[in-house]
């Protein structure tokens, strides 16, 4: 199964890929087994949730870590600077994460002035999802 996407690396997508196929894998060999419904249902949904997490991971890797460059311009004029990449945990439906992205302020130490990647997915404060 290959659905090549323009402008996207395709090995991002290959673990899914794979699991989807284990999962139509699965459908089938469940037809030929007699498996009961309630059976397949709730193997799907682990397998779903799983297929969803990697979805998402693939997403984060796509999206980038927010690099804006050595020095970014705020909307009043100031610059600030590039600082040591910070980590973010995160939570959905899908399972926990830990975003890297690049944040901007004055200096170490000091308020963060600009997250782009937060910024540009629209992440809550928070470390849960808005679901």
Known sequence: MSFPLPG???DVFAP?????ESMITSVCEAVDAGTAAHTLEAGLFRQLLQLGHRLFE????LS?????????ALEDGRIVKRLTARPRPYRNLFGEYQIARFVYGQREGQKLEAIPLDAQLQLPEACTSYL
Do not use: C, I, Q
Not at 16 to 20: N, Q, T
Not at 64 to 72: E, T
């Open 58 to 61: 693939s997403f984060l890797t």
């Open 64 to 72: 980038g870590p927010g690099d804006a460059g050595a020095r970014l």
């Open 8 to 10: 996207f690396p395709d």
């Open 16 to 20: 899914v890929r794979s699991e989807l």
